[in-house]
C-alpha cells in the first residue's frame, strides 16, 4: 500500500528537448515553423511581424494598426467578426510589443480554414475604420489616466526612460500628445509597411491535409529576414537616484535598472542564473531579505528584460514610503554580498534544481514548445539554446558567479527611481 506520509522519490534531470520543428517555404518566400503534437483537436497559428514600436514612424502607430485589426475589412464590421470567430469556436489574439507584432489564431482543427480565411481577410483586406480609431483613442486614454494614478506604473515608466531616454523606443511611453493627433491614413501607412513579412509558427495537432492548407493561405507573405546582430557592448552606467513624491500616497513603489547583455552575449547564462539567485523566484536573497527577514514588502523580484535591439535588468517591490531609504540600502547590501561572498553549496543547488525544473515545466504542450522556439527564431540563438543553459547552469560554480557579479551586478551600477 502506498504510504502517503512520505514525499516521492526525487529524480534529477537536465535533459530539455524540444519538439522538432519541421520546416515549410512559401510561395514569396515566408518561413512556416510546424510544431507538432498534442491529442487535442486544436491548432494555434502565429504570425510574428517585424512591426514593433522600434520601427515606428509615428508614435503610436503600431498599437493601433494592430488593435484596429479586427476592428472591420472592406466587407465585415467588427460586431461580425467577432461574431464569426465565435461561431468558429476560434480566438483571436493580437500582441503588440516593443519589436514584433503577433497575431495568433487558436481554432478547432474542424474550422480551421474557416478561421484561417477570416484571418487572411483581416490581414489583407482591413480598412482601419475612423469611428473605431478614434473610440480606441479615447480608450487608450482613460486607460493611460487611471494608470497615471498607480505608482507602479509611474516608476516602471520612469525607469525605462532613465535607461534608455525618454525618445528611445524603449523608454517611450505613449502620452495624450501623441495619441490625438494619429491619424486613420497614418496607422494605414505603417500597417502597409511592416505587415507584409513575417515568421509563422503552426503548433498542435495539425493534419497533413491542414499544414497543405496553412501554406497555401499564406502564400501572399514574404520572409520576415531576422538579421543577426552583434552581441551588446557591456558598460556601466552612472549611477544616481530619482524620487518623485505623489501627494497623498502611502507607499512608494521603487525600481533600479540598469542595460544589460543580450541573449547572444558569451556571460548571458550566467547573469540569468545568478538573477534568479538574487530575485528570480520565491526562495530567492531579495525575498528573504526583504519580505521575511524585514518585512519592508509583500514581494520582490529581480528581472532580465532581453529585447530585440537592447536588454536591461529591473528590480521592483513596493514598500512603505517611511521604508524607501532603507529598502534600497539591503538591496544594496545583497548586490555587495553577491560579488563578495561566495554562495554555498546548498543555496546554489536549491537554486539550480528549481532553475531547471521551472524551465522544464514550461513545456508541456505543443504550445508551450512554439513560443521556445519562436524566441529561438526571433532572436538568432542555437537550436540546443535551452538545453545548452541547462547544462551551463549544472557546471557553473560559486567562483564563476562570483566574477558575473564583480561584472555585472555591481550596487553602484544601479539607476534608482521612487515614486510615491
Same mark, same amino acid.
Given at each position: 500500500?502506498?504510504?502517503?506520509?512520505?514525499?516521492?522519490?526525487?529524480?534529477?534531470?537536465?535533459?530539455?528537448?524540444?519538439?522538432? @520543428?519541421?520546416?515549410?517555404?512559401?510561395?514569396?518566400?515566408?518561413?512556416?515553423?510546424?510544431?507538432?503534437?498534442?491529442?487535442?483537436?486544436?491548432?494555434? #497559428?502565429?504570425?510574428?511581424? @517585424? =512591426?514593433?514600436?522600434?520601427?515606428?514612424?509615428?508614435?503610436?502607430?503600431?498599437?493601433?494598426?494592430?488593435?484596429?485589426?479586427?476592428?472591420?475589412?472592406?466587407?465585415?464590421?467588427?460586431?461580425?467578426?467577432?461574431?464569426?470567430?465565435?461561431?468558429?469556436?476560434?480566438?483571436?489574439?493580437?500582441?503588440?510589443?516593443? !519589436?514584433?507584432? $503577433?497575431?495568433?489564431?487558436?481554432?478547432?482543427?474542424?474550422?480551421?480554414?474557416?478561421?484561417?480565411?477570416?484571418?487572411?481577410?483581416?490581414?489583407?483586406?482591413?480598412?482601419?475604420?475612423?469611428?473605431?480609431?478614434?473610440?480606441?483613442? $479615447?480608450?487608450?486614454?482613460?486607460?493611460?489616466?487611471?494608470?497615471?494614478?498607480?505608482?507602479?506604473?509611474? =516608476?516602471?515608466?520612469?525607469?525605462?526612460?532613465?535607461?534608455?531616454?525618454?525618445?528611445?523606443?524603449?523608454?517611450?511611453?505613449?502620452?495624450?500628445?501623441? #495619441?490625438?493627433?494619429?491619424?486613420?491614413?497614418?496607422?494605414?501607412?505603417?500597417?502597409? $509597411?511592416?505587415?507584409?513579412?513575417?515568421?509563422?509558427? #503552426?503548433?498542435?495537432?495539425?493534419?497533413?491535409?491542414?499544414?497543405?492548407?496553412?501554406?497555401?493561405?499564406?502564400?501572399?507573405?514574404?520572409?520576415?529576414?531576422?538579421?543577426?546582430?552583434?552581441?551588446?557592448?557591456?558598460?556601466?552606467?552612472?549611477?544616481?537616484?530619482?524620487?518623485?513624491?505623489?501627494?497623498? %500616497?502611502?507607499?512608494?513603489?521603487?525600481?533600479?535598472?540598469?542595460?544589460?547583455?543580450?541573449?547572444?552575449?558569451?556571460?548571458?547564462? !550566467?547573469?540569468?542564473?545568478?538573477?534568479?539567485?538574487?530575485?528570480?523566484?520565491?526562495?530567492?536573497?531579495?525575498?528573504?531579505?526583504?519580505?521575511?527577514?524585514?518585512?519592508?514588502?509583500?514581494?520582490?523580484?529581480? %528581472?532580465?528584460?532581453?529585447?530585440?535591439?537592447? $536588454?536591461?535588468?529591473?528590480?521592483?517591490?513596493?514598500?512603505?514610503?517611511?521604508?524607501?531609504?532603507?529598502?534600497?540600502?539591503?538591496?544594496?547590501?545583497?548586490?555587495?554580498?553577491?560579488?563578495?561572498? @561566495?554562495?554555498?553549496?546548498?543555496?546554489?543547488?536549491?537554486?539550480?534544481?528549481?532553475?531547471?525544473? %521551472?524551465?522544464?515545466?514550461?513545456?508541456?504542450? %505543443?504550445? =508551450?514548445?512554439?513560443?521556445?522556439?519562436?524566441?529561438?527564431?526571433?532572436?538568432?540563438? @542555437?537550436?540546443?539554446?535551452?538545453?545548452?543553459?541547462?547544462?551551463?547552469?549544472?557546471?557553473?560554480?560559486?567562483?564563476?558567479?562570483?566574477?558575473?557579479?564583480?561584472?555585472?551586478?555591481?550596487?553602484?551600477?544601479?539607476?534608482? #527611481?521612487?515614486?510615491?
Amino acid at each position: 500500500m502506498l504510504d502517503r506520509t512520505l514525499a516521492p522519490p526525487f529524480n534529477r534531470t537536465t535533459d530539455f528537448e524540444l519538439l522538432h @520543428p519541421e520546416k515549410v517555404t512559401t510561395a514569396s518566400g515566408a518561413e512556416i515553423y510546424f510544431v507538432l503534437g498534442g491529442s487535442q483537436d486544436v491548432s494555434k #497559428v502565429e504570425l510574428i511581424f @517585424p =512591426a514593433g514600436r522600434w520601427v515606428e514612424k509615428v508614435w503610436g502607430a503600431s498599437y493601433f494598426s494592430s488593435q484596429l485589426l479586427n476592428k472591420g475589412t472592406q466587407h465585415k464590421g467588427s460586431y461580425e467578426i467577432a461574431q464569426r470567430f465565435d461561431s468558429l469556436g476560434a480566438h483571436l489574439e493580437v500582441h503588440s510589443a516593443l !519589436d514584433f507584432v $503577433s497575431v495568433s489564431l487558436y481554432s478547432l482543427n474542424k474550422n480551421l480554414e474557416a478561421g484561417l480565411r477570416l484571418l487572411l481577410e483581416l490581414l489583407t483586406e482591413s480598412i482601419f475604420p475612423e469611428k473605431e480609431l478614434e473610440q480606441l483613442k $479615447s480608450i487608450y486614454l482613460q486607460n493611460l489616466k487611471v494608470n497615471r494614478e498607480k505608482t507602479s506604473f509611474q =516608476a516602471s515608466l520612469l525607469i525605462r526612460k532613465n535607461i534608455f531616454g525618454e525618445t528611445h523606443p524603449y523608454g517611450k511611453e505613449l502620452e495624450e500628445a501623441e #495619441v490625438n493627433p494619429l491619424q486613420q491614413q497614418q496607422v494605414a501607412a505603417h500597417f502597409n $509597411s511592416f505587415f507584409k513579412t513575417c515568421t509563422i509558427l #503552426v503548433s498542435g495537432k495539425v493534419t497533413d491535409a491542414n499544414q497543405r492548407l496553412i501554406t497555401n493561405v499564406f502564400a501572399p507573405f514574404a520572409f520576415h529576414a531576422l538579421q543577426k546582430k552583434e552581441s551588446t557592448v557591456f558598460t556601466e552606467a552612472r549611477s544616481y537616484r530619482q524620487v518623485v513624491e505623489k501627494e497623498g %500616497s502611502v507607499q512608494s513603489t521603487i525600481r533600479m535598472g540598469k542595460r544589460f547583455i543580450d541573449r547572444a552575449h558569451a556571460d548571458y547564462v !550566467d547573469t540569468v542564473f545568478l538573477n534568479h539567485i538574487l530575485g528570480g523566484y520565491f526562495g530567492s536573497r531579495l525575498m528573504k531579505n526583504i519580505r521575511e527577514e524585514k518585512g519592508l514588502s509583500y514581494g520582490i523580484s529581480s %528581472s532580465l528584460h532581453a529585447l530585440k535591439h537592447d $536588454s536591461y535588468l529591473m528590480i521592483g517591490a513596493d514598500v512603505n514610503r517611511e521604508n524607501m531609504t532603507l529598502t534600497f540600502e539591503e538591496i544594496g547590501k545583497e548586490l555587495k554580498r553577491l560579488r563578495t561572498e @561566495p554562495i554555498d553549496a546548498e543555496e546554489l543547488e536549491t537554486a539550480r534544481n528549481h532553475f531547471t525544473g %521551472s524551465l522544464q515545466s514550461e513545456i508541456t504542450t %505543443s504550445f =508551450a514548445h512554439a513560443d521556445k522556439i519562436k524566441t529561438i527564431l526571433l532572436y538568432n540563438l @542555437p537550436a540546443g539554446h535551452y538545453q545548452n543553459m541547462i547544462r551551463r547552469i549544472d557546471a557553473i560554480t560559486a567562483d564563476d558567479l562570483l566574477h558575473t557579479a564583480a561584472t555585472y551586478f555591481k550596487e553602484d551600477s544601479f539607476i534608482e #527611481v521612487a515614486v510615491g
